[in-house]
T-cell receptor, first 113, second 113 residues
Protein backbone atom coordinates (compact mmCIF):
# COMPACT_ATOMS: atom_id res chain seq x y z
CA UNK A 1 0.00 0.00 0.00
CA UNK A 2 1.11 3.55 -0.62
CA UNK A 3 0.09 6.97 0.64
CA UNK A 4 -2.06 7.61 3.66
CA UNK A 5 -4.61 5.00 4.69
CA UNK A 6 -7.46 5.58 7.14
CA UNK A 7 -9.75 3.04 8.76
CA UNK A 8 -12.62 2.69 9.12
CA UNK A 9 -14.04 4.62 6.16
CA UNK A 10 -17.41 5.00 7.88
CA UNK A 11 -18.34 4.90 11.56
CA UNK A 12 -21.65 5.32 13.36
CA UNK A 13 -21.43 5.58 17.12
CA UNK A 14 -23.66 6.43 20.02
CA UNK A 15 -22.88 9.27 22.36
CA UNK A 16 -21.78 6.87 25.10
CA UNK A 17 -19.54 4.71 22.91
CA UNK A 18 -15.76 4.65 22.73
CA UNK A 19 -14.17 4.15 19.35
CA UNK A 20 -10.84 4.80 17.63
CA UNK A 21 -9.86 6.05 14.20
CA UNK A 22 -6.66 4.74 12.68
CA UNK A 23 -4.27 6.33 10.20
CA UNK A 24 -1.17 4.82 8.63
CA UNK A 25 1.25 6.53 6.25
CA UNK A 26 3.66 4.70 3.95
CA UNK A 27 5.52 7.79 2.75
CA UNK A 28 8.34 7.89 5.27
CA UNK A 29 7.08 11.21 6.60
CA UNK A 30 7.87 12.58 10.04
CA UNK A 31 4.80 14.75 10.66
CA UNK A 32 1.18 13.67 10.95
CA UNK A 33 -2.03 15.62 11.40
CA UNK A 34 -5.70 15.23 12.23
CA UNK A 35 -8.21 17.54 10.54
CA UNK A 36 -11.99 17.83 10.89
CA UNK A 37 -14.11 18.66 7.84
CA UNK A 38 -17.72 19.65 8.52
CA UNK A 39 -20.27 20.44 5.83
CA UNK A 40 -19.68 23.84 4.21
CA UNK A 41 -16.87 24.68 6.65
CA UNK A 42 -13.13 24.88 6.04
CA UNK A 43 -10.91 22.06 7.18
CA UNK A 44 -10.03 22.59 10.83
CA UNK A 45 -6.67 21.49 12.15
CA UNK A 46 -7.04 19.43 15.33
CA UNK A 47 -3.63 17.95 16.20
CA UNK A 48 -0.08 17.98 14.90
CA UNK A 49 2.57 15.36 15.65
CA UNK A 50 6.24 15.61 14.79
CA UNK A 51 8.30 12.45 15.30
CA UNK A 52 5.63 11.08 17.64
CA UNK A 53 5.56 14.22 19.78
CA UNK A 54 2.47 16.37 19.85
CA UNK A 55 3.30 19.93 18.81
CA UNK A 56 -0.22 21.32 18.54
CA UNK A 57 -3.55 20.77 20.20
CA UNK A 58 -5.76 23.28 18.45
CA UNK A 59 -8.20 23.86 21.34
CA UNK A 60 -9.81 20.46 20.75
CA UNK A 61 -12.19 19.12 23.43
CA UNK A 62 -10.82 16.34 25.61
CA UNK A 63 -13.37 13.87 24.24
CA UNK A 64 -10.92 13.62 21.31
CA UNK A 65 -7.65 11.98 22.35
CA UNK A 66 -4.84 11.48 19.83
CA UNK A 67 -2.08 8.92 20.03
CA UNK A 68 1.02 8.59 17.87
CA UNK A 69 2.94 5.41 18.78
CA UNK A 70 5.46 5.84 15.92
CA UNK A 71 5.99 8.09 12.93
CA UNK A 72 3.87 5.88 10.64
CA UNK A 73 0.75 5.50 12.78
CA UNK A 74 -1.73 7.94 14.24
CA UNK A 75 -4.89 7.25 16.19
CA UNK A 76 -7.80 9.38 17.29
CA UNK A 77 -9.62 7.97 20.31
CA UNK A 78 -13.23 9.09 20.67
CA UNK A 79 -15.47 8.98 23.74
CA UNK A 80 -18.74 10.59 24.80
CA UNK A 81 -19.05 12.50 21.55
CA UNK A 82 -21.86 14.87 20.64
CA UNK A 83 -23.99 14.87 17.47
CA UNK A 84 -22.21 18.06 16.34
CA UNK A 85 -18.99 16.04 16.20
CA UNK A 86 -20.35 14.24 13.14
CA UNK A 87 -17.97 15.09 10.31
CA UNK A 88 -15.28 13.76 7.99
CA UNK A 89 -12.06 13.22 9.93
CA UNK A 90 -8.98 13.45 7.76
CA UNK A 91 -5.48 12.32 8.54
CA UNK A 92 -2.54 13.88 6.70
CA UNK A 93 1.22 13.62 6.69
CA UNK A 94 4.12 15.74 5.49
CA UNK A 95 7.86 15.18 5.20
CA UNK A 96 8.37 17.20 8.37
CA UNK A 97 6.41 19.90 10.22
CA UNK A 98 8.23 22.65 8.30
CA UNK A 99 6.99 21.22 5.01
CA UNK A 100 3.58 22.45 3.89
CA UNK A 101 2.95 19.78 1.23
CA UNK A 102 0.42 17.66 3.06
CA UNK A 103 -0.82 14.31 1.78
CA UNK A 104 -4.29 13.34 2.94
CA UNK A 105 -6.02 10.05 3.54
CA UNK A 106 -9.54 9.41 2.32
CA UNK A 107 -11.04 10.19 5.68
CA UNK A 108 -13.41 8.54 8.14
CA UNK A 109 -17.03 9.65 7.85
CA UNK A 110 -18.22 9.77 11.48
CA UNK A 111 -21.86 9.96 12.48
CA UNK A 112 -22.74 10.39 16.14
CA UNK A 113 -26.28 9.35 17.01
CA UNK B 1 -13.41 38.35 9.31
CA UNK B 2 -12.23 34.90 8.22
CA UNK B 3 -8.53 34.52 7.54
CA UNK B 4 -9.25 32.97 4.12
CA UNK B 5 -12.33 33.74 2.04
CA UNK B 6 -13.42 31.50 -0.80
CA UNK B 7 -16.64 31.64 -2.80
CA UNK B 8 -18.38 28.31 -2.18
CA UNK B 9 -20.09 28.22 -5.59
CA UNK B 10 -21.36 25.95 -6.94
CA UNK B 11 -19.83 26.86 -10.27
CA UNK B 12 -21.24 25.12 -13.34
CA UNK B 13 -19.46 25.40 -16.70
CA UNK B 14 -19.57 23.64 -20.06
CA UNK B 15 -16.76 21.34 -21.10
CA UNK B 16 -13.87 23.26 -22.65
CA UNK B 17 -14.50 26.45 -20.66
CA UNK B 18 -11.82 28.35 -18.77
CA UNK B 19 -12.48 28.24 -15.05
CA UNK B 20 -11.27 30.83 -12.58
CA UNK B 21 -11.26 30.04 -8.85
CA UNK B 22 -10.23 32.65 -6.30
CA UNK B 23 -9.39 33.20 -2.67
CA UNK B 24 -8.62 36.29 -0.66
CA UNK B 25 -6.83 36.42 2.64
CA UNK B 26 -6.12 38.85 5.41
CA UNK B 27 -3.02 37.49 7.17
CA UNK B 28 0.22 38.95 5.83
CA UNK B 29 2.17 36.16 7.53
CA UNK B 30 1.05 33.60 4.96
CA UNK B 31 4.08 32.43 3.00
CA UNK B 32 3.02 29.35 1.04
CA UNK B 33 -0.07 29.02 -1.12
CA UNK B 34 -1.69 25.81 -2.31
CA UNK B 35 -4.65 24.48 -4.20
CA UNK B 36 -6.16 21.13 -3.34
CA UNK B 37 -8.77 19.17 -5.29
CA UNK B 38 -11.25 17.01 -3.44
CA UNK B 39 -13.49 14.54 -5.22
CA UNK B 40 -16.67 13.39 -3.52
CA UNK B 41 -15.99 10.91 -0.71
CA UNK B 42 -12.23 11.33 -1.07
CA UNK B 43 -9.53 13.21 0.78
CA UNK B 44 -8.00 16.40 -0.67
CA UNK B 45 -5.08 15.99 -3.09
CA UNK B 46 -2.47 18.66 -3.68
CA UNK B 47 -2.72 20.26 -7.14
CA UNK B 48 -0.48 23.31 -7.06
CA UNK B 49 2.02 24.78 -4.62
CA UNK B 50 3.56 28.25 -4.83
CA UNK B 51 5.72 30.42 -2.62
CA UNK B 52 6.14 33.77 -4.29
CA UNK B 53 3.92 36.19 -6.18
CA UNK B 54 3.50 35.40 -9.84
CA UNK B 55 2.24 32.54 -11.97
CA UNK B 56 2.98 28.83 -11.92
CA UNK B 57 1.76 26.56 -14.67
CA UNK B 58 1.24 22.79 -14.69
CA UNK B 59 -0.52 21.43 -17.74
CA UNK B 60 -4.02 22.88 -17.91
CA UNK B 61 -3.68 24.46 -14.46
CA UNK B 62 -2.20 27.86 -13.62
CA UNK B 63 -1.86 29.16 -10.08
CA UNK B 64 -1.49 32.89 -9.57
CA UNK B 65 -0.48 34.68 -6.38
CA UNK B 66 -0.69 38.42 -5.78
CA UNK B 67 0.68 39.10 -2.32
CA UNK B 68 0.20 42.86 -2.59
CA UNK B 69 -3.56 42.35 -3.06
CA UNK B 70 -3.72 39.23 -0.82
CA UNK B 71 -5.39 37.34 -3.63
CA UNK B 72 -4.75 33.94 -5.19
CA UNK B 73 -6.32 32.28 -8.20
CA UNK B 74 -6.42 28.94 -9.95
CA UNK B 75 -7.19 28.83 -13.66
CA UNK B 76 -8.24 25.64 -15.41
CA UNK B 77 -8.05 25.67 -19.20
CA UNK B 78 -10.05 23.36 -21.45
CA UNK B 79 -12.03 22.10 -18.47
CA UNK B 80 -13.12 18.46 -18.52
CA UNK B 81 -15.94 16.62 -16.74
CA UNK B 82 -13.22 14.88 -14.73
CA UNK B 83 -12.35 18.28 -13.24
CA UNK B 84 -15.70 18.27 -11.41
CA UNK B 85 -14.73 18.42 -7.75
CA UNK B 86 -14.39 20.80 -4.84
CA UNK B 87 -11.31 23.02 -5.00
CA UNK B 88 -9.77 24.16 -1.74
CA UNK B 89 -7.30 26.97 -1.43
CA UNK B 90 -4.85 26.74 1.45
CA UNK B 91 -2.16 28.98 2.87
CA UNK B 92 0.39 28.47 5.56
CA UNK B 93 2.37 30.42 8.12
CA UNK B 94 4.95 29.45 10.70
CA UNK B 95 3.08 28.73 13.94
CA UNK B 96 6.16 27.94 16.04
CA UNK B 97 7.14 24.31 15.59
CA UNK B 98 5.25 23.72 12.39
CA UNK B 99 3.79 25.38 9.31
CA UNK B 100 0.08 25.78 9.93
CA UNK B 101 -2.30 25.33 7.00
CA UNK B 102 -5.43 27.46 6.83
CA UNK B 103 -8.02 26.34 4.30
CA UNK B 104 -10.77 28.11 2.43
CA UNK B 105 -14.24 26.56 2.60
CA UNK B 106 -13.90 25.21 -0.96
CA UNK B 107 -15.57 25.95 -4.30
CA UNK B 108 -17.63 23.19 -5.84
CA UNK B 109 -17.09 22.96 -9.61
CA UNK B 110 -19.27 21.02 -12.06
CA UNK B 111 -18.12 20.67 -15.67
CA UNK B 112 -20.90 19.35 -17.85
CA UNK B 113 -20.39 17.70 -21.26
Amino acid sequence: ETGVTQTPRHLVMGMTNKKSLKCEQHLGHNAMYWYKQSAKKPLELMFVYSLEERVENNSVPSRFSPECPNSSHLFLHLHTLQPEDSALYLCASSQDPENTEAFFGQGTRLTVV
Amino acid sequence: QKEVEQDPGPLSVPEGAIVSLNCTYSNSAFQYFMWYRQYSRKGPELLMYTYSSGNKEDGRFTAQVDKSSKYISLFIRDSQPSDSATYLCAMSYWAGGYNKLIFGAGTRLAVHP
